[in-house]
Structures are given as C-alpha cells and as structure tokens.
C-alpha cells in the first residue's frame, strides 16, 4: 500500500511538471488542474485560475483570465460523456491568441456520470486535414473573434453585428464618442437603441458618471420634479448624471416638449451632461405635420444614429442568437451549446417585428426549457411557433383598399373626439393628449366638423 501511494505521489508530480499541457475541470466546472506545460503556454499561472469556472461563453478581451478560461470550457457535449477534440485559439497573457486543439476526455464513474474532464491541449497537425468541428463550435468561435475584433475598433465587445448597417451605426457612435453633442437614435422597437446609448456613454469622457434613462410618458409633475433634481445634483457632491437618455421622445406631449426645451435652455454652458434621445421614427416629419417642436427638434439632433430592423440584416441574427444563448450560460448550472437546424430554418423564416430584443425573449424561454446540449424545436415558445406558422400562411381575405384622404380624417376625427370626451371638453387637456397645440385642435375641429359645446355658451 505505502509503495502504491509513492507511485501516485510520483505520477502526480509528473503530471504537474510535464511540457505536455493538462488541466482538469471538475462537475462543477471548475479548473482544478493547470500544470507546468499549460503555464509555460498560457503564461499565466495556476494561482491565477485556480477554483474559477470555465463557461462556454465567448469574451470581448483576449488578455484576461476570463478569455483563457472560457477558451478551455468544453462543448456541452463533452458533459453529457462524448469525447471532443477541438480547435481553439489560446490567449495569452501577453502574447496573441495560439492556434491549438485541445482533445476532452470526460472522466465518469460507475454509473456514467462525468465527475470531471481532462483537457490535453496540443499543436495544431501540419500533415493532416483540419479538425472537424460542429456548426455551433465554429459559431461559437466566430462570436469570440468577432466580439474581440468589435472591441478593438469600437472599445465594447458587446456590440454584437456583421452587417454593413449596424457596423455603420457603431462606426457613428464611435465617432460621437469624441463630441459631448445631443444624439437622436432612431429604429424600431428592440433594435437596441438604448444598448447603443450606454455603450456611447460609458465610453465617452463622462462615462464615469451616471446614465440617466427617463421615458417620455412620465407625466408632467414627474418630469418636473426629474429634470428639477437633474439640475441640482449637477451642483453638488453627489452621483451626477454624465447622460440623460429620453426615450421614445416622438411618444412626448406638447407640454412634455415644453418643459425639456426650458430645461435645455437652463442648463447651457452651466454643467457638462450629454442629452440622448430615442425615437421609432424620423422626427422631421413630426415637425412638418406641426406634432414636434420644431426648436427642441434642432437641440436633439446634432447627431442621428439609424439603426436598422433585424428583418434588414439578417446576417447578424445567428451572431446575436448565439452570442444571446453564450451569455445565459455564464454563471449557470445549464449550458447550452447552440441551436439545431430545423431551428435555425425557423428563426430564419420568422419576421422578428420585435427585433433583437424579441429574439433575446425566445432564446431565454428556449434556454430555460432545453433540457440538453441543443435547443431543438419543441423548446421554442409556443407563441414563437404559433407566430412561424401565422406568417407562412396567407390571408383569408385581403384588406380592401379604401380613398385615403376620407380614411384619415375618420381616424383624426374619431381620435379628437376620443380626446375631448376623456379631457371633459378641456381643450388644452385634449391637445396635450393628442400630442398637438391647442390652436391646431381649433383648427383641426372646424375642418372635419366637431361642434365645440364651449361656442354657444
């Protein structure tokens, strides 16, 4: 007995000093192995990774701990006892990433459950062909060097996009970030304007100080209260905003509008604070219908970013769904791989009228209900696929097209009587409602006939 301890003794020893790179992960994800050969490679040493997680995730930085270690994460596969070698790029701590290929090998128990996985990382062979790998691991290292790339041009590794578009919008943001001018993001719904926002702003020269999101449906006596308390802390010692973010200003009512250009005008040259806005649609023609102020319309927009619908840019969706699911597998017992091709046909069938924020919506629920290394088709959301099949069938019966001119003034007139009914007849209530000046709603009345009860008292 004493003599097989000494054998075990030695063979760790071995293990540990060998050139021959190793590491170990326990169930839990944790590296508990580094050797000598892995240090001499990585350059960085086992106290610095020692009892830290290996995710399968991709990292925006590739000079970190973090990017090593997620770089070591095995497929989820590997988890459920399959044997894996894998090509991957090694970071180091002060040299670029190494091309490698690491073999798994998951160590299991009587009963077949992996208790731990052995990772021998070799060089890349010159003779034979390419390693194969599956279509989630090459997407997964796409996303690792997409987000390192992203963040080298624009400083965040969270602005996720391959398109012309959005690689457009990140080039203004970029430049924005050198001016302290107003900027409007426009785009639909779930383009990820305000995402856009706080990149901007934090890495800007007042990135230190805080990000302020306010929405435009505050109601009068909250805004006033909100800009009110803005303007003070600006002077004292306390958190100070760096940026306030408005969004969905072309939602905003007249008086809303009011109350934020007095306050621009109050705050000029008296404090350094960033104004950015959002809107789901272009505002000059709000301006010319007379439903936008015309002079907080120039105070908002020195800069305009356009982001495009995910519908307009398909390329980026496998990037953003993968790069959605790697972040759900950080910290979390689950890990999820990728998703199946039948999925992939689905989410490329879809409309996505929500955008990339609906599409982070059905990859949550999808993760959550995965129950292996793949999201396959019976996870995905029930409304997700009863929406697949509603947008691959055709109409019943089309819209019948109807004169547009009497189909507007129906609506305007249904809407301001709406209005006055809800207002008590208060016409100012009623034009603040409606988004409009209160002399416009004269006007707009006496065309289209509503009798003001206020004119034969």
Sequence with gaps: MPKRTRTTR?????????????????AQRRLVFFNSGSERLTGWSASDLLGQKCDYVSEADACTPAALLAALAPPPEVWSGQQQQVPINIPGKISSPQPRVVHYFPLADTDRDVKAILGIIVDVPEASPPTPISASQRLHAEIAALRQSVRQRYGDGSLIGRSQPIQRAFQQVKLAQASSSAVLFVGETGVGKEHLARVLHYQSSLGKKAFVPLNCHTTSSDLNQTLSRLRDDQQADSLQAGAVYFDQIDKASALFQQMLLEWMSQMDGSV???????????L???VEAELFSEALYFRLTPLVVELPPLRDRMEDLEPLAQYFLE?????????????????????????????????RQVIVEAQEACDGPMVKPEHLPFRFR???????MEPSQRPRVVP?????EQVEREQIE????????????????????RPRLYRRM?????????ASK
């Design 284 to 286: 000059l023609p709000l």
């Design 10 to 26: 030695r063979l760790e020893v071995w293990l540990k000093d060998t050139d021959q790179a190793l590491f170990v992960l326990n």
């Design 327 to 359: 972040e759900l597998n950080r910290d979390f017992a689950k890990q999820v791989a990728g998703f199946s091709e039948e999925v992939w046909r689905q989410f490329r069938r879809y409309h996505w009228l929500g955008n990339a924020g609906e599409l």
């Design 272 to 282: 350094s604070l960033r104004i950015m806005s959002s809107s789901t649609r272009p």
């Design 404 to 408: 547009l001119d009497g189909f507007l």
């Design 418 to 437: 709406r209005a006055l009914v809800e207002s008590r007849d208060n016409k100012a209530r009623a034009a603040e409602l409606l988004g409009i000046t």
């Design 386 to 392: 009863a929406g697949v099949t509603a947008q691959t």
């Design 446 to 454: 006496e065309h289209l006939g509503i009798v003001d009860p206020d």
